[in-house]
C-alpha cells in the first residue's frame, strides 16, 4: 500500500504562483511514476505532469508547459509541483497518484491523495 498526503494548495491571484507538494509513504514502488492530476467542477480529470522516482523522465500537459515544474526528492519521498504564472482556468482540486505511468496517462492509478484546492483569482 502507498499513502499520499497533498500539500500546499490556497488562493492565489492570477500570475502567482504555488507550490504543491505530495509525501509518499509505504511500499513504493521503483517502476512507478507520480503524477499530479487536476479536476475542475464540470470537466474531467486530467494529468498535468509526472515524474519518474528512478529516472528523469518527466511528462508535462501541453496547457502546464513552460509554467509547471515537477520535482522530487528521493530521499524524502516527496514530489512537488512548483505553479507559476497561474491562470483562472489552473483552479481545480489537485491531486497526486503513483502507478505505471502508462496508467497515470490512462486517467487510473491505484493510489491517490486527498487532493488540496487551488483557487486562482482574476
Known amino acids: 500500500q502507498v499513502q499520499l498526503v497533498e500539500s500546499g494548495g490556497g488562493l492565489v491571484q492570477a500570475g502567482g504562483s504555488l507550490r504543491l507538494s505530495c509525501a509518499a509513504s509505504g511500499r513504493t514502488s521503483s517502476s512507478y511514476a507520480v503524477g499530479w492530476f487536476r479536476q475542475a467542477p464540470g470537466k474531467e480529470r486530467e494529468l498535468v505532469a509526472a515524474?519518474?522516482?528512478?529516472?528523469?523522465?518527466?511528462y508535462y500537459a501541453g496547457a502546464v508547459k513552460g509554467r509547471f515544474t515537477i520535482s522530487k526528492d528521493n530521499a524524502k519521498n516527496t514530489v512537488h509541483l512548483q505553479m507559476n504564472s497561474l491562470k483562472p482556468e489552473d483552479a481545480a482540486v489537485y491531486y497526486c497518484?503513483?502507478?505505471?505511468?502508462?496508467?497515470?496517462?490512462?486517467?487510473?492509478?491505484?493510489?491517490w491523495g486527498q487532493g488540496t484546492q487551488v483557487t486562482v483569482s482574476s
Open positions: 515524474i519518474f522516482w528512478t529516472n528523469v523522465s518527466i
Open positions: 497518484a503513483s502507478d505505471l505511468f502508462g496508467e497515470l496517462k490512462r486517467g487510473r492509478s491505484h493510489f
